[in-house]
T-cell receptor, first 114, second 116 residues
Framework: ETGVTQTPRHLVMGMTNKKSLKCEQH?????MYWYKQSAKKPLELMFV???????ENNSVPSRFSPECPNSSHLFLHLHTLQPEDSALYLC?????????????FGQGTRLTVV | AQSVTQLDSQVPVFEEAPVELRCNYS??????LFWYVQYPNQGLQLLLK??????LVKGINGFEAEFNKSQTSFHLRKPSVHISDTAEYFC??????????????FGKGTLLTVNP
């Protein structure tokens, strides 16, 4: 497999559930990102990991908990979400120290909180 | 810090017509510029990027963009669009160097709708 793969593609969860989103990249990149894309809003950068260390956390509520066990895998653990958390969650990867290279995105997980 | 402004949130055009999607940016440091496309229920895919050199950049699917430093613009163009070009288009910038050069700053996106 190549590129950035996200699972699941679709997820419906209740407000009391706990679930996790998974992202895997096969590009040899050393930085990974979580973005949130809501309807009629710009892309929001949530978390950034470089070499498995979190380098950015953009005031994201604690009900979202990221985990980066190695440079190829990124998780987003979800618990006690709210309906306004329904969105498309996109994972991306890039070379941390190469500003001239683009970020590669997964196809996203469409999350619906009921 | 950088910011990206995409002046049109929606652009409807007829098939085979030319299209221009506008992007302006603001930055206190030099930046690289990118255009991404997002088809419905998909992730973002790179269309093209400007790093240096010739200000006219060609990308995939017949798109091109022109970097204009004095106007801080990076408009995307296609001379003849197809129904399959219907998608959302995002302009983005990234610092060429410095502590935040890992971060892409995106515009709000322009929804291009191509009608038959």
């Amino acid at each position: 497999e190549t590129g950035v793969t996200q699972t699941p593609r679709h997820l419906v969860m209740g407000m009391t559930n706990k679930k996790s989103l998974k992202c895997e990249q096969h590009l040899g990149h050393n930085a990974m990102y979580w973005y949130k894309q809501s309807a009629k809003k710009p892309l929001e950068l949530m978390f950034v990991y470089s070499l498995e260390e979190r380098v950015e956390n953009n005031s994201v509520p604690s009900r979202f908990s990221p985990e980066c066990p190695n440079s190829s895998h990124l998780f987003l653990h979800l618990h006690t979400l709210q309906p306004e958390d329904s969105a498309l969650y996109l994972c991306a990867s890039s070379q941390w120290d190469r500003g001239d290279t683009e970020a590669f995105f997964g196809q996203g997980t469409r999350l619906t909180v009921v | 810090a950088q910011s990206v402004t995409q002046l049109d949130s929606q652009v409807p055009v007829f098939e085979e017509a030319p299209v221009e999607l506008r992007c302006n940016y603001s930055s206190s440091v030099s930046v690289y510029l990118f255009w991404y496309v997002q088809y419905p229920n998909q992730g973002l895919q790179l269309l093209l990027k400007y790093l240096s050199g010739s200000t006219l950049v060609k990308g995939i699917n017949g798109f091109e963009a022109e970097f204009n430093k004095s106007q801080t613009s990076f408009h995307l163009r296609k001379p003849s669009v197809h129904i399959s070009d219907t998608a959302e288009y995002f302009c983005a910038v990234r610092q060429t160097r410095g502590g935040s050069n890992y971060k892409l700053t995106f515009g709000k996106g322009t929804l291009l709708t191509v009608n038959p």
